[in-house]
Structures are given as structure tokens and as C-alpha cells.
């Protein structure tokens, strides 16, 4: 089996097909590297393709600190594959963990990233629901510990940003379910302490993320709120982006709208690697804007 070993010698294992460039997706908390393979299969075609499992996330290694799983840690994970296998330059594709921590490659080493798709990215943004995201991320931390993945994977899998996957698409809703429930209840419980209960909000490195001059594509479902107003946000902050609503769409965007998610995104890297995607021309922005969402204070 491939591995890539990090910095501090944890050993994450990655799958890889195709040729061409390189395209590196990162998954989310809830799921592992099989959770891209309607896309591994498509860009396969065209483009070399790896997805890994996170540290914690079998058959990768689980280490037993808490402190291993920081969003560091992480983001240092996602660069180590690429040094593995001598990629100087990709496309990161990461679903909301992995949104966060492919954003965060970019933040921290801007030379390795080609372009950005940012999918469900940046719950718990909110100044006022940070604390509430961070606490309920180590109440899942504990719930894993006592009752174990399948529990969670019937409690937490089912919360209401994956309802919408749930009704429109239930074979591949229960095989998502499936995955889940395989998990390590000890590195799932970690990443939930660790990274999910510990990260900072994308509020936080809002002067970073104005400065990226990378190509970006947001892309969220209308049925996933709390992270419908951070997209917003990384819209309107990072000048060489795009955004689109998937329309009856939860959290899980690339699963529930495989073939929606896959057209959106080969139209961005063509453009990408045409040339074609610049930043925003000022001219188009409208004088005397409403103020952003976020910066509003309340009434």
C-alpha cells in the first residue's frame, strides 16, 4: 500500500490514477479518501488524481495525541503527499475539513497551490457561533470515545446538512453512512477534539485570504447554512474567485450532485490552465454596496 510520511512521522495512505496535472482532493471530517471516487473516475481521465486519508483515518495512522490533530498538523499532512510524490504544483479540491485545510496550503505555501475549489467551507465561521462549533465538535469527540463510529455515523451522519442526501439520493446516502461508520472511534474522536473543536474561524485570517492571488472556486448547497454565509465570505475576500449555489443541495456537494459538482469544476481548472480565470475587475463592483453580512453588527 502507498503511504507519504510526514514531518513528524505519521504515514498517510493515498491513491492515485491518471496523468496529466495534478489534481489533490481532501476530504471531510465525516468522510476518507474513498469519499472522491465519482471524481477520481472523472478527472482520472485527463488529469493525475491522488486522494489521501487524513492522519486518523485508516489506513493511514492514527496517532494517540490530541495534540497531533491540530489544523496545522493537517494542512502540513496535505503538503507532505505532494512532496511524496514530487509535485511541485496542484489543484486542491477539499470538501469542508478539507476545504479549510486545502485554503490553509494556500495561506502557507502559495507556490504549491495552482488553484483552489473551496466546497462546504468554513462552518462555525460566525464571530457568535465559534464557541457553540468548537463545543459541539468536542461533544462528537466525546460521543465517539463512549459509543463508538457506528453511533455516531447514525447521529452525527444524519444531521441536517446531509437530510438533502439523504432524501435525493438513498442508496449512495447508506453508502456513505457505511464508510462512516468504519472509522477509528480513536482518530475520529481526536480530529474532533483536535481540529473540528479547535480551529480557528476563517474570520481570523481574513487579511491572508485578501492577499491570495490564486484562482478559486466556492461552491456550496443552498440546504447547507452554516456554511452558505462563510462562502460568501471567501467570495467576496479572495479577488480571482467564483461561487455557485448548488440549488436543493446539502453539505456533501460532490456525492449528492456528482455530475453537477464534476461539470462546475472541469469548466474552473480549464479556465484555470487557459489562462482564463483572472481576479475580479473593480468596474464590476457596485458603488455604495450593502455592507457584508459578517462585519454587520447586530441591531
Given amino acids: 500500500m502507498p503511504y507519504a510520511t510526514t514531518a513528524d512521522n505519521v504515514k498517510l495512505y493515498y491513491e492515485e ?15 476518507d479518501h474513498r469519499g472522491w471516487e465519482p471524481q477520481m473516475r472523472e478527472f482520472g481521465k485527463r488529469h493525475r488524481c491522488i486522494t489521501y486519508s487524513a492522519r486518523g483515518y485508516t489506513p493511514s495512522d492514527v496517532p494517540s495525541d490530541t495534540n497531533a490533530y491540530s489544523y496545522l498538523h493537517v494542512m502540513r499532512d496535505c503538503v507532505a503527499v505532494l512532496d511524496q510524490l514530487k509535485i511541485d504544483k ?16 494556500a495561506l502557507n505555501h502559495p507556490a504549491r497551490v ?8 468554513g462552518s462555525g465561521f460566525e464571530r457568535d457561533y465559534v464557541a457553540e462549533h ?3 465538535s468536542r461533544a462528537v469527540a466525546d460521543l465517539f470515545e463512549s459509543e463508538g463510529s457506528t453511533r455516531v455515523a447514525d447521529t452525527y451522519g444524519r444531521g441536517p446538512s446531509r437530510v438533502p442526501f439523504e432524501i435525493k439520493d438513498p442508496r449512495g446516502f447508506a453508502e456513505f453512512l457505511t464508510r462512516f461508520a468504519e472509522h477509528d472511534a480513536r482518530g475520529s474522536a481526536n480530529t474532533s477534539r483536535g481540529f473540528q473543536g479547535s480551529r480557528p474561524s476563517l474570520l481570523e485570517f481574513e487579511g491572508a485570504i485578501r492577499k491570495l492571488t490564486i484562482p478559486a472556486l466556492i461552491v456550496v448547497g443552498d440546504e447547507d447554512e452554516r456554511c452558505i454565509e462563510s462562502s460568501l465570505f471567501l ?9 455557485v449555489m448548488f440549488p436543493k443541495t446539502g453539505h456533501v456537494v460532490n456525492l449528492e450532485e456528482p455530475d453537477l459538482f ?5 469548466d474552473f481548472i480549464g479556465r484555470v490552465e487557459a489562462g482564463r480565470w483572472p481576479a475580479r475587475d473593480p468596474r464590476s463592483i457596485a458603488p455604495n454596496a450593502p455592507s457584508p453580512i459578517w462585519n454587520r453588527k447586530p441591531a
Fill in 134 to 136: 468548537h463545543k459541539s
Fill in 235 to 243: 467570495k467576496n475576500a479572495i479577488a480571482a474567485s467564483g461561487l
Fill in 17 to 31: 490514477t491518471g496523468k496529466g496535472t495534478p489534481i489533490l482532493f481532501v476530504h471531510e471530517f465525516a468522510s
Fill in 114 to 121: 495552482r488553484s483552489l475549489v473551496l466546497a462546504g467551507t
Fill in 262 to 266: 464534476n461539470a462546475v469544476v472541469a
Fill in 90 to 105: 496542484a489543484h486542491l479540491i477539499g470538501l469542508s475539513m478539507g476545504g479549510y485545510t486545502a485554503l490553509q496550503v
